[in-house]
């Protein structure tokens, strides 16, 4: 099943049910279609994952200063297209193997929808894009990076994603390439902890997904080949420990030295509370409900995860920008 039915706007928007009732001409009819089949093919609900080309600009205390923050939305708008252009080469290189998938059989090419002779001029338009857009409005350092992120994409859609280990290593680089450019467009020194901290997230997640793959091959469904170096005992320990070493990567950047004189508070541990609760409802879909395929999903249709981020941002905004002793001790209790 496509990824936009888990979202009701996007499938409210997407679905040709929403055409009933109206009288439109054939051909205008058979384009909507023809769109709706190549926005899934560049996955916009994907662009989740690039909200971590704004950690610098967020932990960086420049969440108010205009400038930073339109030169990291250039760059996210940059990753977005680049990132499209990722999915379908990806697709591309794909096409027989996601046939073969339980959900991915469900992708345009995969499904016979578009041809490729169909994609690869929209892979060509959005790859033209990212860089064109990139060269024009953002500085020449953050095109390299975004070179960086593309080459290693490509690279992991080709075979290192059939590398059993190097597979995830890749997606958490991939990760760090967006905030290292983040931090790039915005002029703004990234902290090691954050970049290390990014790393062993995606790394985590990345294992979460390792482990749904397990379970549709315990299954008798198709999935890739990489998934041979992985077994359910590994994954899971591996999981156990990215959370804990996330974990602690947290709590000793919010009780640095350099990030209490930054954000002028000494009271930012208070939101490793929300950290907490995120990594433990996150091993419980995993570990228990065993429905962690898609961090995207789980972001956008995920309540419990919804306010903990929501609660995550407040209160860490609260501390930095607003009269901290006074909220930390309503925190605190």
Known sequence: MPIYHTVPVLSSLLEPATLAGFNLNPHIVEKMSSFKAYL????????????????????????????AISQALGAFAAFCLAASSVYVFNDLADIEEDRRHPVKKHRPLA????????????LVVLLSASIIFSLVFLPRKFLGILASYLVLNFLYSLFLKRLA???????????VLRVVG??????????????????LLAVFLALAKRRDDLLAAAQGNGVRKGIDGYSLEFVSQGMVVMASVVLFSYVMYTVSPEVIEK????????TSFWVILGILRYLQLALVEKRTGSPTAIVLTDYFMQAVIFCWVLTWLGLTYGKTEYIA???AG
Request: glycine letters at 8%; charged letters at 10%; hydrophobic letters at 55%.
């Open 263 to 270: 954000h002028g508070t000494r009271h930012l541990y208070l």
């Open 40 to 67: 899934h093919l560049a996955r916009p609900q994907q662009y989740v994952k690039n909200v971590f080309v704004l950690l610098p600009v967020f932990f960086g205390h420049k969440f108010l200063e205009l400038p």
């Open 165 to 175: 280990i190097v597979d995830i290593a890749c997606i958490g680089l991939s990760f």
């Open 329 to 331: 001790f309503l925190i």
């Open 182 to 199: 983040g931090g790039f467009a915005a002029n703004i020194p990234i902290s090691p902890w954050i970049i290390l901290m990014t790393f």
């Open 111 to 122: 499904a016979g929808i578009l041809r490729p002779s169909e994609a690869v001029p929209f």
